[in-house]
């Protein structure tokens, strides 16, 4: 069945430094990305997200790219900042399958 | 506007009872979601639905049923509670069907004792 992977489920950094978090995806259907922030206690939120026809997004300190051939993409943080610690999924979805398909999460510490 | 609202919050059940979770979308958005949630799995896609038809569904046992309103309210049903049933579930809605960002309720945390 379709499945995506998530890597690493736990990533501290010190802050000012980057955070890499990698996902891969089996369903070669999928053609949205999109990658949800949860804060403690919160619901999850929509940081950004990247369609099959596009390589690279990025919008402020967040970049996302995609491998569409190596059925891969990551999520980039730069200048990370203590605000940024939190749990981040990445997700694949076939927008004709109606089913999106999650990331186990990486919990990410940034230390000050 | 209001955001995805899920009732009850908390709720604490015994096993073999069963249980009623619900979800009231941003209003006009048609597609509701529902996830499990749990500690080290992530989400975990329970089903779909659109229009009051279930699109989609995820890899749980028939216990797990839903359904959705004319209003696009959707409802959760969990029969004969397990103790590996306790999680937060989380629903999410979209305007539409095969739309994309998902707008995510608070959740419902289950304790099954």
């Known amino acids: 069945g379709e499945n995506v992977e998530q890597h690493p489920s736990t990533l501290s950094v010190q802050e000012g430094d980057s955070a890499v978090i990698k996902c891969t995806y089996s369903?070669?259907?999928?053609?949205?990305f999109p990658w949800y922030k949860q804060e403690l206690g919160k619901r999850p939120q929509l940081i950004i997200d990247?369609?099959?026809?596009?390589g690279e997004k990025k919008d402020q300190r967040i970049a996302v790219t995609l491998n569409k051939t190596a059925k891969h993409f990551s999520l980039h943080i730069t200048e990370t900042q203590p605000e940024d610690s939190a749990v981040y999924f990445c997700a694949a979805l076939n927008t004709g399958g109606f089913k999106t398909i999650f990331g186990a999460g990486t919990r990410l510490f940034v230390k000050a | 506007k209001a955001g995805v609202t899920q009732t009850p919050r908390y709720l604490i059940k015994t096993r073999g009872q069963q249980v009623t979770l619900s979800c009231s979308p941003i209003s006009g958005h048609r597609s509701v979601s529902w996830y499990q949630q749990t500690p080290g799995q992530g989400l975990q896609f329970l089903f779909e639905y659109f229009s009051e038809t279930q699109r989609n569904k995820g890899n749980f046992p028939g216990r797990f049923s839903g359904r959705q309103f004319s209003n696009s309210r959707s409802e959760m049903n969990v029969s004969t509670l397990e103790l590996g049933d306790s999680a937060l579930y989380l629903c999410?809605?979209?305007?539409?069907?095969?739309?994309?960002?998902?707008?995510f309720g608070q959740g419902t945390r289950l304790t099954v004792v």
């Open positions: 999410a809605s979209s305007l539409a069907e095969g739309d994309t960002e998902a707008f």
């Open positions: 990247i369609r099959s026809n596009v």
């Open positions: 369903d070669s259907a999928s053609n949205y």
